[in-house]
């Protein structure tokens, strides 16, 4: 475009030029007699393509400079528009939080990246469903359970110290009852909660009164949930495989129902054995839809955070998920996040080149199906890759012993990264 205006502006000065020698030619008529005919043609010539020219660059120039500056406006910074208030915001019982819709919200930059949620009121980031999504937040407020309830506890639990579970806690986000896992799950399992998505199936592992079971049924209806707890063995030894502190789940309404329709499982998660036999026996049917989230919010013992991964994360089909929930710092859950972790982090990013220091996997069983891993305060989610889901020996679907020791994984030891 700027070479063009360039020439136009050269060859635009040709009709004037000819204009001012058509203006002495007559003025000195007498000379005309003198020319040649060859000589009077050029020059006829010359005062017809001039013309011919100054019809034609005239526009061009216009259109030309037109081009320019459309480019030179492409490389302006883009005029400031308020799209807040075209946001939809969460909407909750809880008047100190309610924020009504519509209404400009004041957001903190840094949390607000993709404009995919906002801060409320109180300060509180959340997630805003994409359209045609239910929304987890709202849903398990609904059935009380503690996945969502830290941000409704916290402002209480900050003017009043004795409100607070941990009280002294430096980030005071750890200081109320309960979670804030509802900004991950409506990231990740936000688009199983449309009502177009395929069928397929859910498990969690750990019912105990079912609040969290509860939201999971009405977050997923295309799921077909499970769930596995221990509580409702029959009561007696634990030496005898029973159950002597109470049937927790038992409390939940729906109870007996989930138990007719052989969706609530009774039994130790742990246990590899009943791990294997609810898998083939009433999951792994030939009409069952395929199984694309486990969940594991059970005991937070770090053992058994493990076993989950290792049984459960090679049979869910790709681009699948598995969540562990509760891994905060508590003793029980340490060893999870401090031993499991780097470990499987360090996997993730292995590449094997020969060309570099001679590097080892720490888990060949999950490596091959690992596609990402994704943590937020408390909770990490395991992505699969696309490799068909794996049905792996009950040896191989037991954790290594290096799982929960990092340092029997020779690649963690100094001299190995």
Known sequence: AFYLLRQSTVIATLPGMA??????????????????????????????????????????????????????????????????NNIRTIDTHDSTRKIKSGRKQKRNSTTTTGLIGSVDSAGFYFVHPKEGERNFYKIGEGTHTDKVSAPGRLPSCLKNDKSCTRPNCTRVECRPWGHHYDTIYQQRLGPYSRDDVE?????????????????????????????????????????????????FAAKNPRYQQYLDENR?????????????????????????????????????????????VFYWF???????????EDIQPI????????????????????????????????????????????CEMHICIFERNDHPAKELSLDKSTPPKNALDLKQCKSMLNGHW
């Open 314 to 324: 090679p049979r869910i089909e790709p681009r699948g998920v598995l969540v562990v």
């Open 199 to 247: 069928p397929f199936q859910f498990l969690e592992i750990g019912f105990y009164q079912g609040g969290g079971y509860d939201t999971y049924r009405e977050f997923l209806p295309r799921g077909e949930c499970h769930s596995m707890e221990i509580a409702c063995l029959p009561e007696g030894p634990r030496n005898e495989g029973k159950w002597p502190w109470g049937n």
């Open 19 to 84: 204009n001012r020698f058509l203006g002495t030619l007559q003025s000195k008529t007498k000379m005309a007699t003198n020319f040649g005919v060859t000589q009077f043609l050029l020059v006829a010539n010359l005062i017809v393509m001039s013309f011919t020219a100054w019809l034609f660059w005239n526009p061009a120039n216009a259109n030309v400079q037109s081009l320019v500056d459309n480019e030179a406006a492409s490389f302006m910074p883009l005029k400031k528009e308020s799209t807040i």
């Open 264 to 308: 609530l499982h009774c039994g130790d998660a742990n246990n590899i054995t009943f791990l294997d036999t609810v898998w083939k026996n009433e999951m792994k049917r030939p009409d069952a839809p395929p199984l694309k989230i486990v969940i594991d919010d059970g005991a937070h013992l770090a053992e058994h955070m493990v076993q989950s």
């Open 331 to 374: 003793q029980e859950a340490n060893p999870f996040r401090t031993q499991f972790l780097p470990q499987i982090m360090k996997d993730l990013h292995f590449c094997g080149d020969p060309k570099q220091q001679r590097d080892e996997l720490c888990f060949p069983s999950l490596f091959p199906l690992l596609a990402s891993i994704h």
